[in-house]
């Protein structure tokens, strides 16, 4: 399946900063992607789909000014956490979908808030 | 409202005997159903797929089963090995949801030696 890669792994930020989150198909051209949190013993939650070229689809309940979303390129989509608070604090995962159904997900990043 | 249910938080097996992770969804129009493993702090790994059409898919060690009219699948794991020992998440897509996964919430499988 396809590869995808996320940067950075981890990352701790003062609350009140902004984070950004890259994406990358490594081996794919993908004109759509995903933007998903998991909390702590919980599912993954879709948060928005990511389209190249045009604006992202949120989720609702998902705040499009707080997480801005940009997929300038085939390849890579990022998440930007704006104004980032403790509640803010998960783990973000991204994914690509390569046929018809099949999602393939990053590696994703931990966001930890203080 | 929780779509896709995967009842079973943990599930506990010896190494060689055979693991059924359960699912259950209440969207009829569900029409494609997907296993993922994942481990800490690691993205989902895709497993296996059924489309609707289908009630069995096999891939090596892993079988999918769908019952349509109950609207459960499960996940065969034989034999199972400790390398299996993982959160198993089962998702779902509809026809027209623009390929959307709607995910469980997770069943640890942990494969005793």
């Known amino acids: 399946g396809a590869v995808v890669s996320q940067h950075p792994s981890w990352v701790i930020c003062k609350s009140g900063t902004s984070v950004k989150i890259e994406c990358r198909s490594l081996?794919?051209?993908?004109?759509?992607m995903f933007w998903y949190r998991q909390f702590p013993k919980q599912s993954l939650m879709l948060m928005a789909t990511?389209?190249?070229?045009?604006?992202?689809?949120?989720e609702q309940g998902v705040e499009k000014d707080k997480f801005l979303i940009n997929h300038a390129s085939l390849t890579l989509s990022t998440l930007t956490v704006t104004s980032a608070h403790p509640e803010d604090s998960s783990f973000y995962i991204c994914?690509?979908?390569?046929?018809?159904?099949?999602?393939?997900f990053g590696p994703g990043t931990r966001l930890l808030v203080l | 409202d929780q779509q896709v249910k995967q009842n079973s938080p943990s599930l506990s097996v010896q190494e060689g005997r055979i693991s059924i992770l359960n699912c259950d969804y209440t969207?009829?129009?569900?029409?494609?159903f997907l296993w993922y493993k994942k481990y800490p702090a690691e993205g989902p790994t895709f497993l296996i797929s059924?489309?609707?059409?289908?009630d069995k898919n096999e891939d090596g060690r892993f079988t999918v089963f769908l019952n349509k009219s109950a609207k459960h699948l499960s996940l065969h794991i034989v034999p199972s090995q400790p390398g299996d020992s993982a959160v198993y998440f089962c998702?779902?897509?509809?026809?027209?949801?623009?390929?959307?996964?709607?995910f469980g919430k997770g069943t640890l499988l942990t494969v005793n030696p």
């Open positions: 969207n009829s129009m569900f029409d494609y």
């Open positions: 994914s690509l979908r390569e046929g018809r159904e099949t999602q393939y």
């Open positions: 059924i489309s609707s059409i289908k």
């Open positions: 998702a779902a897509s509809a026809r027209g949801s623009n390929y959307k996964l709607t």
């Open positions: 081996d794919f051209q993908a004109t759509t």
């Open positions: 990511s389209n190249e070229g045009s604006k992202a689809t949120y």
